[in-house]
């Protein structure tokens, strides 16, 4: 079936060093996806989404770039900071009531002093 | 806002016994609701999907009478783990649809870790 992947299932990097995180997704007909963050034994938190109208979205330290020609998804985090180490995982969905969301199978992101 | 809460946290049952899980939308109502488990360094899987006042939706491969789900008001959805056994130990994780922005979008509870011996 359809699915949404992940390259890295690991990622280590410095404090203050910029991460980024890929997913791959293949079902054609998702045009919004989002990335949530999940921390040891909690639920997982929004942290940003991104429609298929745009390719590129900016929070607070995090951009999301979209490219659907690729199907490819990342997630870039500035000056990755000791808390935001967690598990990221990137979703997809199709928008127009509240369909599934095809999660991928998450990158653990670990931050070193 | 949009804040989930799920009761209890935790639990730990005896095989056999039947565990009842709460997912409660605290400040807005959601007409849809989404069960997801999460085995140790795996990814979310959906089980089903409430919608109240009516059946909710297995996927695949999820049983529907071992996993009973009622969805019984716009703000309670609750999932029952029936005859549990040592492989239905897992992370149970529920959402809430609200519309944010014009989208709709699923807040998620903080989980339901269950422990069966």
């Known amino acids: 079936g359809e699915s949404v992947g992940l390259h890295l299932p690991t990622l280590s990097v410095q404090e203050g060093d910029n991460s980024i995180i890929n997913c791959a997704y293949s079902?054609?007909?998702?045009?919004?996806f989002i990335w949530y963050k999940q921390e040891s034994g909690k639920g997982p938190q929004f942290i940003i989404d991104?429609?298929?109208?745009?390719d590129k979205r900016q929070g607070q330290r995090v951009t999301v770039l979209l490219n659907k020609t690729v199907k490819h998804l990342s997630l870039q985090i500035a000056a990755t900071q000791p808390g935001d180490s967690a598990v990221y995982f990137c979703?997809?969905?199709?928008?127009?009531?509240?369909?599934?969301?095809?999660f991928g199978a998450g990158t653990r992101l670990a931050v070193h002093p | 806002g949009a804040v989930v809460s799920q009761h209890p946290s935790w639990v730990i049952c005896k095989s056999g016994t039947s565990v009842k899980i709460e997912c409660r939308s605290l400040?807005?109502?959601?007409?849809?609701m989404f069960w997801y488990r999460q085995f140790p360094k795996q990814s979310l899987m959906l089980m089903a999907t409430?919608?109240?006042?009516?059946?909710?939706?297995?996927e695949q491969g999820v049983e529907k009478d071992k996993f009973l789900i009622n969805h019984a008001s716009l703000t309670l959805s609750t999932l029952t783990v029936t005859s549990a056994h040592p492989e239905d130990s897992s992370f149970y994780i529920c959402?809430?649809?609200?519309?944010?922005?014009?989208?709709?979008?699923?807040?998620f509870g903080p989980g339901t870790r269950l422990l069966v011996l």
């Open positions: 400040d807005f109502q959601a007409t849809t």
């Open positions: 979703a997809e969905t199709v928008s127009g009531g509240y369909n599934k969301l095809i």
């Open positions: 409430s919608n109240e006042g009516s059946k909710a939706t297995y």
């Open positions: 079902n054609s007909a998702s045009d919004y």
């Open positions: 991104i429609r298929s109208n745009m």
């Open positions: 959402s809430a649809g609200a519309a944010s922005k014009g989208i709709e979008t699923q807040y």
